[in-house]
């Protein structure tokens, strides 16, 4: 027995050289080749500790943060269960909210609160791994992409959703007893500042042709945001120009009381949009006692920012939505 020599070299290798082979593959310094070279352990036994460190690495963060999978829960329960209900709300109020617009409030949420996230700061939303593990927490969701406009126009406009969107409306006449003077409608519109057509011109009978000097601009588009409550009482206009920079040139000879913002696109976004929502908050004057009803469409600058929602909630402003693809006829 005191004369048996060992054939193999298994397990010859010191528990401070692995320690040292884990160490630089979890701090990225050496792949499993290079570091089982350099520290003289076997590659198979590194990625087995590398595996089995990494692992004790995620159950000391699961003992503070709750996990799925592989992936944190960002928001807690209580988070998460009034942010499926606030969508719900929504959804009652006719909002159509798309996936993307779900990952968007999400990232909304996450900033608006300091919640440390690990959401795209980029594109602003969290990605898809997120949304399938919140839709798979509140099975009672279930959100679809809108169709197409010209196929949805033709078959949104029928009787089951008039009805629905009726009955909304009747149920809130009802519970809040609002007068014509507080239920408002606010659309926007685009105006171009050049005309498409020429006034006419006197000519020579016999000509059968007619040239006149035509300006080579083709207009800019100016979106104008408009509102009216049921006693036929308009609130002032609000103009979005499209540029960065203030000119109060181009409110010359504007209706009264009107005022303007600015924007690359000359288009209204949510952040204008918001701009336009605090004075009418301020026109409107709703109170706990007199709240305001105001309906407008489903298009993303009116209805999926959380800070105009939370300013509505806060201010006694309800906001319903018109059915989609219906405004142009409602």
């Known amino acids: 027995m005191g004369s048996y020599q060992r054939k193999a070299d298994r397990q010859s290798w010191s528990q401070e050289s692995m320690a040292g082979a884990t160490q630089e593959v979890l701090e990225g310094n050496m792949g499993y080749r290079k570091a089982s070279k350099a520290y003289s352990v076997p590659q198979t036994t590194l990625e087995r500790k590398v595996k089995e460190a990494r692992q004790r690495k995620l159950s000391s963060e699961a003992a503070a943060v709750k996990m799925l999978g592989r992936y944190k829960i960002v928001f807690s329960e209580a988070q998460e269960k009034e942010f499926g209900q606030h969508l719900i709300h929504l959804e009652e109020r006719l909002f159509a909210i798309t996936l993307s617009d779900l990952r968007t409030l999400a990232f909304e949420l996450a900033e608006k609160n300091n919640i440390p996230h690990v959401f795209n700061t980029e594109k602003r939303m969290p990605g898809k791994e997120w949304l399938y593990g919140f839709l ?24 089951v959703a008039l009805n629905a969107f009726f009955d909304l409306l009747d149920s809130l006449y009802s519970k809040y007893k609002f007068s014509p003077n507080d239920i408002y409608n606010a659309d926007k519109t685009g105006i171009l500042t050049m005309t498409n057509t020429h006034s006419k011109v006197l000519n020579h009978r016999s000509k059968k042709q007619v040239g006149t000097l035509a300006s ?35 409110m010359d000879d504007a209706p009264p009381g009107s005022f303007a913002v600015y924007h690359e696109s000359g288009w209204i976004n949510k952040e204008t949009f918001l701009v336009w929502f605090k004075k009418f908050i301020e026109h409107s004057n709703p109170g706990s006692k007199k709240p305001v009803l105001l309906i407008i469409d489903g298009h993303n600058s009116h209805t999926k920012g959380l800070e105009l929602l939370n300013l509505a909630r806060a201010n006694n402003v309800v906001l319903l939505c018109f059915p989609s693809h219906t405004a142009h006829r409602l």
């Open 216 to 250: 080579a601009e083709r207009g800019v588009l100016v979106t104008a945001e408009t509102c009216v409550n049921a006693a036929g009482i308009f609130l002032p206009l609000m103009f979005v120009f499209p540029r960065k920079k203030d000119n109060l040139l181009l």
């Open 136 to 159: 798979k927490r509140h099975p009672k969701l279930t959100l679809r992409y809108p169709e197409k406009t010209s196929i949805a126009r033709a078959k949104r406009f029928n009787c």
